[in-house]
């Protein structure tokens, strides 16, 4: 614009310089002639006055006149001429000077000559003898004048480009600046142009507009803000540039490019590289919904993708979706694992039953064999049988809700009855049996609580030596009890500490239980013994200790949590979490 504004100026200015020069040198020139011509009457009046009153003759006149004199008689004949030879002259009297002078006594005419680079002004007055006198002058055509200023008009039309030049720079500055000086964002504060308020009225109206549309977007993404970091689920909109348009909380937590995203528009190969993630993304813009598994940050994660929206045939945007499934998929791998262990388990013992049965059906086996057989096979029936109850236990505590069946069991006496249940078993394996400690009443299930404390003295002797001592003892405040069971057996050799709550898991596995007469410490089980007490403790509410050191013994506390204190002062309102009040 200021460029236009300014060339605009510029061509104004030399134009009308131009104009303006050629009208002023027309004029001149037409007052030029007019002079000219009226000179050249006066002194050919004169020259006609000399000659018809006899003061001079025409031949005289003519030597030293300053113009061309020619002197014509009445039938158009060339009598004298002062700069050529009459004689050879052709004859004048269709010139128009002389035909007027002839008629009227005086006569005048100008024409142009030599393609019109020449004029020739003419004056002629009639003499007395009826001869007609003529002066001729002869001065530059307008053409010819003008070339012959050439170099003048030229310098004078690089001075006049030159003003126009920077009085086009002034005015367009002085134009502009106030246009520059325009406060947009208040264009109504303006003192400016009364042509352009129009504008600026407009302006406001869209600057507001603007605002008011700006508001609303923000108020409706910090609503969707804050709906969707309230997920626990990840969300992932990608836009048609397959670039990420949005990611709620959960999704920035899953990946360090969204998570460190700071304005920067980023392709969804920068923001993941695995086969899933690709294969869904790309496979949701190609407008088939996928269904995958992404394994991110050590998590699984079931991953669907859909085409959301549509242009010009193509899928424009995809939404991802993202649902923590690692504990659904851990209970399953634990289940199949859980299955193919009891399989296992009860495959053992059968093999072995099914091979005395066999040898005695054939009659293969000697009558002082028959009843170490039968014993044998009487043992393993007695494993099957307590790894079947073990594993009804287990899946009772996994999967009812007992709670409601709740009542009050007194810690002190289920020891007792267990001690006198183990009596027999303890003798067996040489260990001495003790219990200790006041009464302690706990609300729970009797028994689950008798399975727990049966199995953590039933290990407490089987995994003891000759001579050892288990010792349980009652402890803990009436609110949060303590049951011990304490063994000086062969201990636990660290590594192995933390998975012995684990189903089927055995620190030797090679060794097992032999109820009958199953050397001391020496004894195995079916390894679901510390996983039925730790579900068993978690059922309560109580957490389990154990420290153990290998060739001195183990010991093995269930204790039962402090009652919470309770606050009356706080109202249940306030348990709303912060980020849910926030919005
Ligand atoms: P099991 O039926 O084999 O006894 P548990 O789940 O009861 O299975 O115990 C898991 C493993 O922990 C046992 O195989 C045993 O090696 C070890 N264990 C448990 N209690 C004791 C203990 N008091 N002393 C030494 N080792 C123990």
Redesign the pocket.
């Known amino acids: 614009m200021k460029t236009r504004i300014f060339f605009s100026i510029l061509l104004t200015t030399v134009f009308t310089l131009l104009v303006a020069s050629g009208a002023v040198i027309a004029m001149l020139y037409g007052q030029f002639s007019a002079d000219m011509q009226h000179e050249l009457m006066t002194e050919a009046r004169y020259v006609a006055g000399a000659v018809n009153n006899g003061v001079r003759s025409l031949a005289d006149i003519g030597r030293n006149a300053p113009h061309r004199l020619t002197l014509i008689a009445a039938d158009g004949r060339v009598l004298y001429d002062n700069s050529a030879n009459a004689s050879e002259m052709a004859s004048h009297s269709e010139r128009p000077e002389v035909r007027a002078a002839l008629e009227t006594g005086e006569g005048e005419s100008s024409r142009l000559s030599d393609t019109l680079r020449l004029r020739t002004f003419y004056a002629a007055v009639r003499l007395q003898n009826g001869d007609v006198v003529r002066l001729a002058s002869m001065t530059r055509g307008p053409l010819g004048l003008l070339a012959s200023s050439v170099p003048g008009i030229v310098c004078v039309l690089i001075l006049a480009i030159i003003a126009a030049l920077y009085v086009a720079r002034r005015l367009t500055r002085a134009l502009m600046e106030p246009v520059n000086a325009i406060n947009l964002d208040d264009p109504l504060s303006n003192d400016t142009y009364d042509e352009l308020s129009p504008l600026l009225l407009r302006l406001d109206h869209q600057n507001r507009r603007i605002a008011e549309q700006l508001n609303e977007l923000t108020a409706k993404q910090r609503e969707l803000d804050c709906i969707t970091s309230q997920m626990a689920e990840g969300l992932i909109v990608i836009g048609g540039g397959k670039n990420i348009l949005f990611a709620n909380r959960s999704a920035r937590a899953l990946f360090d490019a969204l998570d460190s995203q700071e304005q920067r528009t980023l392709h969804f190969m920068e923001v993941c590289r695995a086969a899933p993630w690709l294969e869904a993304v790309e496979g949701a813009f190609a407008g088939q919904k996928v269904e995958t598994r992404l394994t991110q940050r050590g998590r699984v994660y079931q991953l669907t993708a859909s085409p959301a929206g549509e242009r010009e045939g193509k899928t424009s945007a995809v939404i991802l979706f993202f649902v923590d499934i690692t504990e659904r998929e851990q209970a399953e791998s634990l289940r199949r694992e859980f299955a193919a262990n009891v399989s296992h388990e009860l495959k053992t013992p059968l093999t072995s039953i099914m091979g005395y049965a066999e040898l005695m059906e054939r009659g293969l086996a000697r009558p002082e064999d028959m009843q170490g057989f039968a014993g044998r096979i009487r043992s393993e029936a007695a494993r099957l049988l307590e790894l079947i109850r073990d594993v009804i236990t287990l899946s009772q505590l996994d999967e009812q809700d007992l709670r409601n069946r709740f009542t009050e069991v007194d810690l002190r006496e289920l020891c007792n009855r267990v001690l006198d249940e183990l009596a027999a078993k303890a003798a067996q394996y040489q260990v001495t049996l003790h219990c200790d400690g006041p009464s302690r009443v706990v609300s729970g299930l009797k028994e689950t609580l008798h399975e727990l404390l049966f ?2 003295c ?3 002797i ?3 030596r000759p001579g050892g001592q288990v010792t349980v003892t009652v402890g803990g405040s009436e609110q949060a009890p303590v049951l011990t ?1 304490a ?1 000086t ?4 050799p660290p590594e ?1 500490q933390p998975r ?2 684990e189903r089927f ?4 596995a090679s ?1 097992a ?1 032999a109820d009958s007469g199953g050397a001391p410490g020496t ?11 730790k579900h068993a403790a978690r059922l309560h509410g109580a957490s389990i200790e154990l420290e ?1 050191h290998v060739g001195k ?2 010991t ?1 506390r269930v204790i039962w949590p402090e009652p919470p204190v309770k606050d009356r002062s706080e109202p249940a309102e306030s348990a709303v979490p912060a980020a849910e009040a926030s919005c």
């Not at 057996?489 to 636990?492: A, K, S």
């Not at 898991?505 to 030797?508: E, G, S």
């Open positions: 199995n953590l039933d290990n407490a089987v995994y003891n069971v063994d057996g062969v201990g636990i192995h012995i709550f898991y055995r620190v030797d060794r239980r004894g195995g089980g079916s390894g679901l013994g510390l996983a039925i007490v153990s013994g183990t093995l």
